[in-house]
């Protein structure tokens, strides 16, 4: 009965459920649905809203009131109205998270996540889509992961991978994850390269991989850069309040210090207000900081 009256009253608010989200060229896509972002209004996370459809609510009121008149029909329509009610609430006083979009035709959409934290993280991907279109995200709910841009494991021989971003690629002819029974060359090549940073990466065959690690950070342009963030900003903020305390462990020189603040603050460096402020340089540094 709770059934039938709940595909009679067909909310609006639909459950997703999938394994991974992957965001590419305006598209997300889950294992059985494909959203565009174009056409998202809000995105949120945390526990689902109460949202009891008005139809549910009109039912139950007239079969209360059919109890006086026709009272098997009212008692039928009033269990299968206030029994799905009832779901509804429940389900609501559940304590399970979820990815909530909005869409403009005012569809609800929701994915379940079983940790807070990664959930912060993917919604932060989501949005960071929305400013840039270009990105290709694959977000492992299950793993807890997220992937940036391609991950590849080529097996065979001779192979090519083409691709525009690609980030953890571990192709040669002799590693673990790859099988190349004539010792012939895999290859990884990439076209434009332009603001980016190529990190434990080794060219060529027969060559080792030497890194440098960078202790500090160039502390002056930094400050610089956060500074104009401030003068940006023109009302107070908790942005505002966060590049402040950023700007004070900055000008102390102090690693440690400083990326402890970005992790503190994450809440403040996340935001749509900080992105559109922030140079690039700045935002590559918060990122990385933030592992975005």
Known sequence: ????????????????????????????????????????????????????????IVIF?????????????????????GLYIWS????YLSNNLYLNFQMNSGQYY???????????????????????????YIVKIEE????????????????????TIQEGANVNSHNKDSFNKRNEDNSIKIRDIKDSSINGANFGNNN??????VDNYDWKELGSELEKVIEAIKIDSDVKEASIEALHASEAEDRDLFESTIRKRCKEFSTELFRNTADKVLQQIVNKILEL
Do not use: W
């Open 61 to 81: 009121l007239i079969s209360c009131f059919f109890m006086f008149q026709i009272p098997l029909a009212g008692f039928i329509g009033g269990i299968g109205s």
């Open 1 to 56: 009965m709770e059934k039938s009256f709940s595909n009679l009253i067909a909310s609006d608010d639909k459950e997703i459920v999938t394994e991974t989200i992957m965001i590419k060229n305006n598209i997300l896509k889950f294992n059985d649905i494909t959203l565009h972002l174009s056409n998202i209004a809000v995105v949120y996370a945390g526990k689902k809203k109460l949202r009891i459809p008005y139809l549910a």
């Open 110 to 136: 929701r994915i379940y996540f079983s940790d807070k934290s990664f959930l912060e993280k993917a919604k932060s991907i989501v949005e960071n889509s929305f400013n840039n279109k270009n990105m290709e």
């Open 144 to 163: 807890q992961k997220i992937v940036y841009g391609n991950d590849y494991k080529v097996n065979g021989d001779n192979n090519v991978i083409d691709t």
């Open 208 to 213: 080792n991989l030497k890194t440098n690690k």
């Open 88 to 91: 509804v609430y429940k389900s």
